[in-house]
């Protein structure tokens, strides 16, 4: 379970071009808390290219929840919008960059079905 | 009114009230004040003396505020009241209420003032369904403010409510002590502020404060641009004119500014309670509008495409590509009791996502956005041809998943009755219904065309052309009802048809599925003794098995439906017929005072001499607000070649002589005229043989 978090980050910055994204430029940190401590993941967006590292630097949009919550979230056992109306999830800054975001979180299958390849207008076989 | 309640709202914050602006709601009972889906007072009610108080006048000043004039006495025969009382109240984050007391007597007085306040925190799904709410209340009274809470695990919502007069404030509400002098008066500010705690953050005081110049409410931003923007309509006849201005004053009042919108706004479906974004209602009234409006149409688009579904989630109907039926944030939705986080299930809202993509293009040349949602617009094409043949043969079906509170009928007609054979029977599921097949079909020509003029991508527009040409060629195969020379509604899961006779038919014709050898027998039962009633094309035939007048889907008109069917009759070239139906709805909406209510009773013109409302929680509706427009788009003819406008009137003779001035779009502006030539009396000789009577 714990390395669902690494593993969903993991994969993304792997990617390093992620279309769900591409509409989308600035960054998100999100700052997980378990037993007193903060495990923090920053992703930097330009347009769908991303880069994901540790970084503590201030970032557009900043999600603040438990890490044990966001373990789930990150294995598509629990929904990031859901959570978000619960009050589980406090969040500052840019709203429409964490809309698309949110979407790469798998579904409840626990995997994220691909979307076939469409480039944003380049890159297309 | 017509149901004695006053509803004011800002975005999705509205109160619902009686005539005298007191709420005393139950849990079914609508009155209230609504922030995000929930209710934050169910009970404000004013009292003077212990004594309620009588309704001299209501002012509906704007669509945020209002203003209430009332007397004290419970008697019905208001006689020399000594004194009067006005509640003025402005809707935003909460309300802000001045209460003021005149005194009309030569002596001065002594009065009690109370303002009882309540909450029962509902979920807007609560109060339409009467559930019992599972967390627990909080009353506390925190420097001179009365504040109610709720409370479930981490979800809070608070009520706060404060005045600025010295008031004795308990936990059922606020009192005061009055005196005023003779001919004198007292007056306080009561705020009342909504606050969701976690999620948002909390407010200190409402949007507005006595003599507030500063605060802008939602629908007031820009109003008078926004008319200013809008084409001029001139014309001889005056319901028209109003009927238009109406239309327009409407969809600003529609129009919903999602949290990350950044301001821009898209048309919500209906005020107030449903006053937010769904995905059908918005792309067909965004539709409707973009000959007057088309930001309508970019917000929309962008708003939906952010949201568009990115993985497979039974409980939320959720596939990639799929385009959202309908966002909802109380709490029954935060809980997952209910799949509105957005809930997906809708199978006409991703193609239409297309159609309108495309037909925003041809009007405003806007190739940025179309370029910019080329990824979106690919996952929803995709989605057709991947997610929603659930049954392999090349159309789309529609079948929940969530099979509790998901939506079982996932096309515009939702209700549980509306697809039937002509006997009445109800068919299984999947449903593949027909206009979801016209959609597809548009949505792929009118993809092809983009991939090849802005995403220069000619391979895929070759493809999505060729799949195009199959699917309407099956089409006209397998729901061509032969015997009667109509489109079968639905096909079931034995490729039965489903072949009871209904408005379906015009949105195909809409969608240029129609075979043109089909078109003329199509038009003539559209606008035949079974479907056309006078006013417009009833839902579902009279003489089919569940044909209703007054049944929701399967025997009203509804004007939304009627505004497409007639655009459907001119792509076609039936300008006659169009100009009929346009001629029928307009004439209805004269009844309304130029507000269209989402639909009519099926009842024939001749017989009842005007339409009957269907009675509905929700005016205005959004696509009955579009409708005029689209008539207007309709009966002018206009239609955006290349970077020109063709403007080819067909207009009723009643109509006399029309101008539309100023249209917006790629060609800068361009100014429509006609006059009323097209005789649209309905013909005799089609209802004599029908009731068997000449002459």
């Known amino acids: ?125 | 009114m017509s149901d004695g309640l006053v509803k004011i709202l800002d975005g999705n914050t509205f109160v619902v009230s009686d005539g005298a602006g007191d709420i005393e709601a139950t849990l079914t009972d609508p009155t209230g004040l609504f922030s995000f889906d929930t209710r934050f007072l169910s009970k404000w009610v004013l009292s003077v003396d212990g004594q309620r108080l009588n309704v001299l006048s209501t002012d509906d000043l704007q669509y945020f505020e209002t203003r209430f004039f009332l007397v004290p006495g419970t008697g019905t025969v208001y006689i020399d009241a000594k004194l009067s009382v006005i509640r003025q109240r402005a809707v935003g984050d909460g309300f802000h209420e001045e209460l003021t007391i005149l005194n009309h007597d030569a002596q001065p007085i002594d009065l009690k003032v109370r303002i009882d306040a309540g909450s029962d925190f509902a979920d807007l799904f609560e109060v339409k369904d009467a559930l019992k709410k599972k967390g627990t209340y909080q009353t506390r009274i925190e420097k001179g403010a009365l504040v109610l809470g709720y409370v479930r695990e981490t979800f809070r919502r608070e009520t706060r409510i404060s005045a600025s007069a010295r008031a004795k404030v308990d936990e059922g509400g606020l009192t005061f002590a009055v005196h005023v002098e003779p001919h004198g008066s007292w007056t306080t500010d009561l705020s009342v502020v909504t606050a969701s705690l976690g999620a948002g953050g909390t407010r200190r005081r409402p949007k507005y404060g006595r003599n507030e110049r500063q605060a802008q409410p939602n629908m007031q931003r820009n109003l008078d641009r926004w008319v200013q923007d809008a084409p001029r309509l001139e014309c001889d006849e005056g319901p028209l004119r109003v009927t238009y201005q109406r239309s327009l004053i409407d969809l600003a009042a529609l129009r919903f500014s999602p949290l990350s919108a950044r301001g821009r706004s898209l048309p919500a479906a209906g005020l107030p309670w449903f006053m937010t974004m769904f995905g059908r209602d918005s792309i067909f009234t965004s539709l409707q509008a973009l000959p007057f409006a088309s930001e309508l149409a970019a917000t929309t688009l962008r708003e939906l495409a952010a949201r568009q579904g990115s993985r497979v989630d039974d409980f939320r109907d959720e596939d990639p590509g799929r385009i959202l039926h309908e966002m909802r944030y109380g709490e029954m939705t935060a809980f997952e009791e209910r799949p509105h986080s957005p809930y997906y299930g809708s199978a006409d809202a991703t193609p239409l996502f297309v159609v309108l993509l495309d037909e925003y293009e041809r009007w405003t040349g806007d190739r940025a956005l179309v370029r910019d949602l080329e990824f979106e617009a690919r996952a929803a094409v995709n989605w057709i041809d991947e997610y929603a043949d659930l049954m392999g043969n090349g159309y789309i079906w529609y079948q929940r998943r969530n099979e509790e509170t998901g939506l079982e009928n996932q096309c515009w007609k939702d209700s549980w009755d509306s697809i039937s054979y002509r006997d009445g029977r109800l068919p299984g599921f999947p449903r593949a219904t027909c206009e979801l097949q016209g959609y597809a079909y548009d949505a792929k020509i009118r993809a092809a065309r983009l991939a090849r003029s802005v995403w220069k991508d000619p391979a895929f527009a070759d493809r999505l052309e060729a799949e195009a040409v199959g699917l309407k060629r099956r089409f006209n195969r397998d729901f061509w009802v032969a015997d009667e020379g109509y489109f079968a509604l639905a096909l079931d899961t034995d490729g039965n048809q489903v072949d009871a006779l209904s408005s379906n038919n015009g949105h195909l014709l809409w969608s240029g599925i129609v075979d043109r050898s089909k078109a003329k027998s199509v038009v003539e039962h559209l606008l035949g003794p079974r479907l056309f009633c006078g006013w417009g094309v009833r839902t579902l035939a009279e003489g089919e098995g569940r044909y209703n007048p007054i049944g929701y889907h399967v025997g009203t008109v509804w004007p939304f439906d009627n505004s497409f069917i007639a655009w459907g009759l001119r792509r076609y070239g039936f300008k006659r017929e169009a100009a009929q139906i346009a001629a029928g709805i307009m004439d209805a909406a004269r009844f309304f005072d130029g507000r269209l209510p989402e639909a009519f009773g099926g009842y024939h013109r001749s017989v009842t001499k005007y339409p009957v409302q269907y009675p509905t929680a929700c005016s205005p509706q959004a696509w009955s607000t579009g409708a005029p427009l689209l008539f207007l788009r309709t009966m002018l003819g206009l239609e955006p070649v290349g970077e020109h406008l063709v403007v080819d009137p067909a207009l009723p003779v009643e109509i006399g002589h029309l101008e539309l001035l100023d249209i917006p779009g790629r060609w800068g502006r361009i100014d429509a005229f006609g006059r009323g030539m097209v005789d649209v009396q309905e013909p005799r000789s089609r209802r004599s043989a029908r009731s068997g009577r000449r002459g």
């Open chain 1, 1 to 125: 379970m714990a390395d669902a978090i690494a593993k969903f980050f993991e994969a993304l910055d792997e990617r390093g071009y992620e279309p769900l994204l591409h509409r989308g430029t600035g960054t998100l940190r999100f700052d997980l808390g378990h037993d007193g401590r903060t495990e923090t993941w920053f992703v930097a967006v330009d347009k769908g290219n991303v880069s994901v590292s540790h970084r503590k630097g201030t970032a557009d949009c900043v999600l603040r929840t438990d890490r044990a919550l966001f373990a789930r979230i990150a294995a598509g056992r629990a929904n990031a919008m859901a959570a978000v109306l619960r009050g589980l999830i406090a969040i500052e800054g840019d709203i429409e960059l964490l809309m698309l975001f949110q979407r790469l979180f798998p579904g409840p299958s626990g995997r994220r079905t691909p979307v076939p390849a469409a480039g944003a207008g380049k890159g297309r076989a």
